[in-house]
């Protein structure tokens, strides 16, 4: 009778042992396979910050375009407005854009000229009345 006693105890021995080392086993498996899941979730957060900074070095870089462009602007029509002012009045119609068009309308150079063009619509009309003349009396 103590033999089949023995021999159990052998058999539950080996199949503790056997559960054991699966336990180890699954473990580790489930240790690697938390390892890979932290691998990949670190790649991809790289990926995100990477795409934000190329997205943050593009929005800075159109930024510093669009303020020399509005300050060449500004310097070539001698307005008296900020490069800021003018991209915001420029993305959006309200008052800096008004502010804007009558500082550009104010200047010497753009009053004198529109002076001109008035000067020669009043000689156009007189030329056109003159005309209307010549054709009634012919």
Same mark, same amino acid.
């Given at each position: 009778m103590a033999i089949p006693w023995i021999v159990g105890g052998i058999i539950a021995a080996g199949v503790a042992?056997?559960?054991a080392s699966d336990d180890s086993s699954s473990s580790s498996s489930s240790s690697a396979r938390d390892l890979d899941r932290e691998?990949?979730? &670190?790649?991809? /957060?790289?990926?995100?910050?990477?795409?934000?900074?190329?997205?943050?070095?593009? /929005? *800075?870089r159109i930024a510093s375009e669009n303020k020399a462009k509005?300050?060449?602007?500004?310097?070539?029509?001698? =307005?008296?407005?900020?490069?800021?002012?003018?991209?915001? &009045?420029?993305k959006q119609d309200n008052q800096l854009s008004l *502010?804007?068009?009558n500082n550009y309308n104010n200047k010497p150079s753009v009053r004198d000229r529109n002076r001109e063009i %008035?000067? =020669?619509? *009043?000689?156009? %009309?007189? =030329?056109?009345?003159?005309?209307?003349?010549?054709?009634r009396t012919l």
């Amino acid at each position: 009778m103590a033999i089949p006693w023995i021999v159990g105890g052998i058999i539950a021995a080996g199949v503790a042992a056997i559960v054991a080392s699966d336990d180890s086993s699954s473990s580790s498996s489930s240790s690697a396979r938390d390892l890979d899941r932290e691998r990949v979730r &670190a790649r991809l /957060d790289n990926e995100r910050k990477k795409e934000a900074a190329a997205k943050l070095a593009k /929005d *800075q870089r159109i930024a510093s375009e669009n303020k020399a462009k509005a300050q060449r602007f500004i310097t070539k029509h001698k =307005l008296t407005i900020t490069p800021e002012e003018l991209i915001r &009045a420029n993305k959006q119609d309200n008052q800096l854009s008004l *502010q804007a068009m009558n500082n550009y309308n104010n200047k010497p150079s753009v009053r004198d000229r529109n002076r001109e063009i %008035e000067l =020669l619509e *009043q000689e156009l %009309e007189g =030329l056109e009345i003159v005309e209307k003349e010549l054709l009634r009396t012919l």
